[in-house]
């Protein structure tokens, strides 16, 4: 039998990267955090769903926090995040308190900019009642 021969492994460099951005999706029922490069290549995310929460906790502040905690670590200790810029998108619970959260992770906050989106010209009427 022969022995397949294998290359040895490489070690993978470590990439670091200084600043970023947190995209924060704060909905009523669950909040997601990512927290990505300077040209929008997700480093790190977690939501409050993958950190246990289930039902109406989700949506809650507590949860959002937990999740920004979680994700905002794996950002600093993998790549050595430490300042962002903040979007927010949406109307939920968790917009400030997963910002706060970062604050607590020594990740300085450059701006906070809202992008939650607007309704224009509203959605299609109904069709014409026929009598």
């Known amino acids: 039998m022969a ?3 294998t290359a ?3 070690k993978k460099n470590k990439r670091t990267v200084a600043s970023g951005q947190v995209h924060i999706l704060a909905t009523f029922n669950n909040t997601i955090i990512s927290f990505t ?4 290549g997700v480093l790190a995310a977690s939501s409050a769903g993958a950190c246990g929460f289930r039902g109406s906790k989700k949506g ?3 949860a959002a926090q ?4 979680r994700a905002g670590q794996t950002a600093k200790q993998q ?3 430490s300042r962002v810029e903040v979007f927010i998108k949406g109307v939920g619970l968790g917009r400030d ?3 706060r959260a970062l604050a607590g992770l020594d990740i300085a906050v450059e701006s906070i900019k809202d992008v939650t989106g607007v309704p224009h010209g509203g959605v299609r009427p109904r069709k014409a ?3």
């Open 8 to 10: 040895p492994k490489r």
């Open 66 to 69: 937990v999740a920004a905690e």
């Open 97 to 99: 308190a997963a910002v």
């Open 3 to 5: 022995e397949a021969t």
């Open 129 to 131: 009642r026929r009598i």
């Open 60 to 62: 809650t502040a507590y």
């Open 37 to 40: 490069d300077a040209n929008g």
């Open 79 to 81: 790549y050595g995040l």
